[in-house]
């Protein structure tokens, strides 16, 4: 048998979450995701700057964690890019409610506006196509997040993700980095 390709992974994966996002009920899907699990909530520091995503479609929500740690007096930054192929950058995002401070980016996704200031996230949550239980990602595939973790090691970083999502094995390179954690609606994987 032939391990699959990481485009046919992603192919697969993404049917899996577009089913299974189709067939939770809205009021179901409305509460996953509310807000972050207490266990968590307690490993990030009060000060921390939150990096988070503006979720497409079907990913996993971040617009209740936006919310959440907003609310308790957080920084919020989401991802921001100047051009198709410009490196990811982070941005201040001050209106989770409404989304007053965001904008249409090149990839098709809502941003912070330009002006919003630079911030480097101390707790970065990530989407994802498909995860191990060992906490190996599998991204969109564009190496964005990949590059910026590299580039700043020091960040925690903690995938969410549905659980249809979860994955045996998934081909890793180098360059891949294992997350500190990945929160599904059932579980948390990982170690924070």
Known sequence: MID?????L???LRAARRAHVAAQPDAIRALLFHRPPAPVV?????????GL???GPFEA???GYARFFHDAGHTIALPHFTARDAAMTFRRHDDPYSESDLALGPFGMMQPRVAAEALIPDVLFVPLIGFT??????GQGGGHYDR????????QAIGLAWDVQLCDALPTEPHDRTLDAVITPTRIYGQL
Do not use: C, F, N, S
């Open 61 to 63: 929500p971040a617009h």
């Open 10 to 12: 992603r192919r697969q």
């Open 42 to 50: 307690g490993r990030i520091a009060p000060d921390a700057v939150i």
């Open 133 to 138: 239980a060992a906490r190996d990602r599998l």
């Open 4 to 8: 699959p390709t990481k485009p046919d």
């Open 53 to 55: 995503y503006h979720a």
């Open 148 to 155: 910026w973790l590299a580039e700043h090691p020091e960040v």
